[in-house]
């Protein structure tokens, strides 16, 4: 038995650890469905209940927001759109929005924790006391932007003038396509447009490279970008040729080699079939690329599920907590969340959240409507202490208990969960053929479907969940007694 394994678990959870995701983007062209999805795994600690909130449409007369983790202000808008966001429980519900869409169908991840060049935040450093960051963004950006490019120009110029708390990436959805920013320094910035036929991934490092000051329909940046990297000597037009994003304002190191380079490695052999790229040569990883074949949701989650399965490389199935190669899926992983809209259908049925709670691995995604009203398990819990009501801990609870047996437990688990996401992806095709149908017709009746919808899958999704409590709980007592049987009269 290999119940011990859950205290090292436990442990590594409650010491300080990097704050890292991974994240993947994929163009229309590149789907089975014609949709746009961005994706990212929200890793930082276990002990983190995420809720989700509904921010209404408000007029705003006075006021600015405030992080909850720095000195960074924003005055509010005049006019704030609803959007809706997962954040950290009731304490953080005006910030650390995470991911989310808003009422005109803008939709944000935020953020994809990355490292610039200390030569240059030498010079331009990170605002780390009232910078924007992490917590921030979501909040800010949201309630404003009134398409994808829009909020890259919002949080562009946050940027330039009060600077970024730290080194990040942050992707931006709508109907007409993908947009993703990164930051060179504490006030440089560049974002680019995804090609419709391309994925893109990241793993906490700055992936950007190509980037166009003429071509402002795919490139956008802090207007002294290129200046600034001349001034500083990171780049050097006449020795380097064309100006490379990552080669002036990103770093590659050895942590770069085991943390960051092996995910990004796996997810393009996984998408791109027969690439050639190999890990001693990350260099030549490609920044974007076409898919094999046309990509689904189902395979964002597989790729946000990944642990290296069936290499050596796999530290739940070898139970090797000091693997050297991170790891997509990681224990800490608090929300994961798959953005996906599709600009064919109407906005209540085509903009898609799934969320993970907790470790992607052993966890289902659920699908959530943004035109449904979403149950209240789901705001339900506040701190970092167990319960048995909100849906986040009732999920991660099945997670650490198979965590203390992977190889006995896991499977149960991830057969458990697959045959929920088949049934909702069923549920899924009859909601939306039956909202089609009537929709237009009978708005009332169409909302009464959707809100339906999510509280079957809720109550399927939890059921499933507490089954599996029980069972690995049975197996866990008779695994005991036969250590401890003391047999006799």
Not at 296 to 315: A, C, F, I, M, W
Not at 390 to 412: E, G, H, I
Not at 421 to 431: D, S
């Amino acid at each position: 038995m290999k119940y011990t394994l859950l205290y090292a678990v436990v442990a590594a959870t409650v010491s300080p650890s990097i704050l890292a995701c991974t994240t993947i983007l994929i163009g229309n062209q590149a789907t089975t469905d014609g949709s746009y999805i961005i994706a990212r795994n929200a890793d930082h600690s276990p002990l983190v209940n995420p809720h989700w909130f509904n921010h209404p449409h408000q007029t705003n007369k006075t006021g600015e927001f405030r992080s909850s983790s720095n000195a960074f202000t924003y005055p509010l808008p005049a006019t704030s759109l609803a959007y809706s966001s997962f954040s950290k429980a009731k304490t953080h519900d005006t910030s650390f929005g995470s991911a989310g869409f808003n009422e005109l169908g803008i939709g944000m991840s935020a953020t994809e924790t990355i490292y610039n060049n200390p030569t240059v935040l030498a010079v331009d450093p990170y605002n780390e006391k009232a910078g924007i960051n992490e917590d921030s963004i979501v909040n800010v950006i949201l309630p404003r932007a009134k398409s994808a490019k829009e909020g890259v120009q919002l949080l562009g110029e946050i940027i330039e003038k009060q600077g970024a708390a730290e080194g990040f990436g942050v992707a931006f959805v709508d109907k007409t396509g993908i947009w993703y920013l990164e930051t060179g320094s504490g006030h440089q910035w560049m974002a680019t447009k995804l090609d419709n036929n391309n994925y893109f991934v990241s793993a906490n490092q700055g992936r950007l490279q190509h980037f166009d000051p003429d071509n402002t329909d795919k490139y956008l940046s802090s207007p002294t970008l290129i200046s600034f990297a001349i001034a500083q000597g990171v780049y050097k037009p006449k020795q380097e040729g064309k100006f490379n994003f990552h080669r002036a304002y990103s770093i590659d190191n050895n942590n770069d080699r085991l943390y960051n380079y092996p995910r990004v490695h796996a997810l393009q052999h996984m998408y791109s079939n027969g690439i050639k790229t190999t890990l001693a040569d990350p260099q030549a990883f490609p920044v974007f690329a076409e898919p094999a074949h046309k990509l689904s949701v189902e395979d964002v989650k597989q790729g946000l599920r990944n642990h290296y399965q069936g290499t050596s490389h796999d530290p739940y199935a070898n139970v090797n907590p000091k693997e050297t190669y991170r790891p997509i899926s990681v224990f800490r992983t608090y929300q994961s969340h798959i953005l996906q809209i599709n600009p064919a259908l109407p906005q209540a049925i085509g903009e898609v959240a799934y969320i993970g709670w907790g470790m992607t691995d052993l966890t289902p995604y659920i699908a959530f409507y943004q035109g449904a009203k979403i149950p209240a398990i789901y705001k339900t819990g506040v701190g970092t202490i167990a319960d048995n009501m909100s849906a986040y801990w009732q999920l991660r609870k099945v997670q650490t208990l198979a965590m203390t047996d992977y190889n006995q437990f896991a499977p149960m688990v991830k057969k458990a969960y697959a045959e929920f996401e088949k049934k909702q992806i069923a549920l899924m095709a009859q909601t939306q053929k039956d909202y089609l149908a009537i929709y237009k017709t009978e708005p009332q009746k169409a909302q009464t479907l959707l809100n339906n919808f999510e509280l079957t899958v809720t109550n399927q999704a939890m059921a499933t969940a507490n089954n599996l409590q029980n069972r690995i709980i049975t197996k866990m007592t008779s695994d005991t007694n036969a250590i401890y049987p003391f047999k006799g009269a």
